[in-house]
Nanobody, 125 residues
Framework: VQLQASGGGLVQDGGSLRLSCAASGRTVSTYATAWFRHAPGKEREFVAG???????YYKDSVKGRFTISRDIANNMMYLQMNSLKPEDTAVYYC????????????????????WGQGTQVTVSS
């Protein structure tokens, strides 16, 4: 599966952005898919993801602010980000697994075999 992320940009503290991930080669609902982010000086971290039967999971610090969604018909995945904070600044990546993964692996980058190219999100204070 090939992934193409887009939608990043520069936004002020409290602003919103919507990231998109276009998938080709396989439907986005086949296996787990997720959004990760990587900020300078930090490790890549899980932000939000889909597991089996559409179950969604979020990093604690984005709960209530970010919403992951997908459009299976158009093979797209989205991340709506509201109430953005400077600490959300990072390069955001969409990722997809190539087989069924256990729940405890949903938040682990090593569980995902396919990655988009990343899109920069910068939140100014």
């Amino acid at each position: 599966v090939q992934l193409q992320a887009s939608g990043g940009g520069l936004v002020q503290d409290g602003g919103s952005l919507r990231l998109s991930c276009a998938a080709s080669g396989r439907t986005v609902s086949t296996y787990a898919t997720a959004w990760f982010r990587h900020a300078p000086g930090k490790e890549r971290e899980f932000v939000a993801g889909f597991w089996r039967r559409g179950a969604t999971y979020y990093k604690d610090s984005v709960k209530g602010r970010f919403t992951i969604s997908r459009d299976i018909a158009n093979n797209m995945m989205y991340l709506q980000m509201n109430s953005l904070k400077p600490e959300d600044t990072a390069v955001y990546y969409c990722a997809a697994a190539s087989s069924n993964i256990i729940l405890s692996s949903v938040t682990r980058p090593e569980a995902y075999t396919h990655w988009g190219q990343g899109t920069q999100v910068t939140v100014s204070s």
